[in-house]
């Protein structure tokens, strides 16, 4: 019985919110390695596009919850989502003929890019602080658990309890279809094989045929949509605010680079290393060994490596020893 509590415990406390993360870091380091594999740059404003479509998706939430619209049991954000994308798709176009297009005629270097990117960030976030405030933000409605501890309990009989919450179920779902209509279309559409030529070798691409502009314009949709997405589930499961998709930027960052930067499936990879390494080195697995161990050597602190304040460290150090010792990443991507 005690081992079954342990497991309850380290499933409620580790397990599920790390697979939740994990997803949403695999959502947004796919946009973050997209951009890199197709325009070839590191686009430091990803976190900002995040906390941008997810903040449109908020205000369009509020409206509907204003006029007494909502979608039962699930999130009325869930309803607001599709036109949060199409929003945030028209922003990130027109960033990109106003700002972007201007450098990839010019053939400007990769690290140019980078720091105009790292302008359109500062110009993002001011945007997002001004319109919706720099404060958190909650637009979670309908029901909150899809299990509550307490139900569990009573239908285990353990005393640890168990929660899984809606929005957790829902991210875990919705970034498994995201991901496996984005792999259809990459590699079953013309649209998506061109993006791919064009990312292997643009030179022969263009030779082909391919429209640059159109693998431009589409990359761009995509990378809208799956910010949107990533900003949304998290702010559904934790809370919005402008400065943490600011952080985040760090830990997406570090799934794409782990996994291997221009690398799909390295990107999904290195967001669930991330995600699993910051829970766990975050946790304070007291609970879980008291349960798991003899009475005799049950731990009297609370065993936990690194307090939660540190946990975008942990990314942090995980990035720096990739970069040292595989700098291609897990999965052999572009070398960074």
């Not at 945030?88 to 270097?109: G, M, N, P, S």
């Not at 991901?179 to 559409?189: D, E, H, Q």
């Amino acid at each position: 019985m005690d081992l079954l509590n342990a497991l309850a415990a380290l499933a409620n406390f580790v397990l599920i919110p790390a697979m939740t993360y994990g997803s949403q870091l695999a959502l947004g380091a796919l946009g973050v390695t997209l951009i890199y594999g197709i325009l070839r740059f590191s686009n430091f404003a990803h976190g900002d596009t995040m906390a941008f479509g997810a903040m449109v998706t908020i205000l369009l939430t509020w409206a509907m919850q204003a006029v007494g619209i909502s979608f039962g049991p699930l999130p009325t954000a869930l309803l607001a989502l599709p036109f949060g994308i199409l929003i945030c798709a028209a922003f990130v176009l027109v960033t990109d003929r106003v700002v972007y297009r201007f450098y990839r005629v010019q053939k400007a270097k990769p690290v140019v890019l980078v720091i105009v990117s790292m302008g359109v960030m500062f110009i993002m976030n001011g945007l997002v602080r001004i319109v919706i405030g720099p404060d958190d933000q909650r637009f979670a409605d309908g029901e909150r658990f899809i299990i509550s501890a307490r139900d569990f309990k009573e239908m285990t009989g353990l005393d640890e309890g168990l929660a899984f919450k809606t929005t957790q179920g829902i991210t875990i779902l919705t970034a498994v279809i995201v991901v496996i209509l984005l792999f259809w279309f990459l590699n079953r559409t013309r649209t998506g094989k061109s993006m791919r030529a064009y990312s292997d070798n643009e030179d022969l691409a263009l030779l082909s045929g391919i429209n640059p502009e159109r693998v431009v314009m589409v990359t761009w949709l995509i990378v809208a949509a799956l910010a949107t997405i990533a900003g949304v589930l998290y702010g559904l499961d934790k809370s919005f605010k402008p400065f943490t998709y600011f952080q985040l930027l760090l830990p997406v960052f570090a799934s794409a680079i782990v996994g291997g930067l221009g690398s799909p499936l390295g990107a999904i990879a290195g967001g669930f290393v991330i995600a699993f390494s910051e829970v766990t080195i975050t946790y304070a697995w007291k609970k879980v060994l008291v349960y798991a161990m003899p009475e005799t050597l049950e731990p009297s602190g609370l065993v936990q490596l690194l307090g939660t304040d540190y946990k975008f460290a942990v990314s942090f150090v995980i990035l720096v020893v990739v970069l040292l010792f595989r700098p291609t990443g897990l999965f052999a991507g572009k070398s960074v």
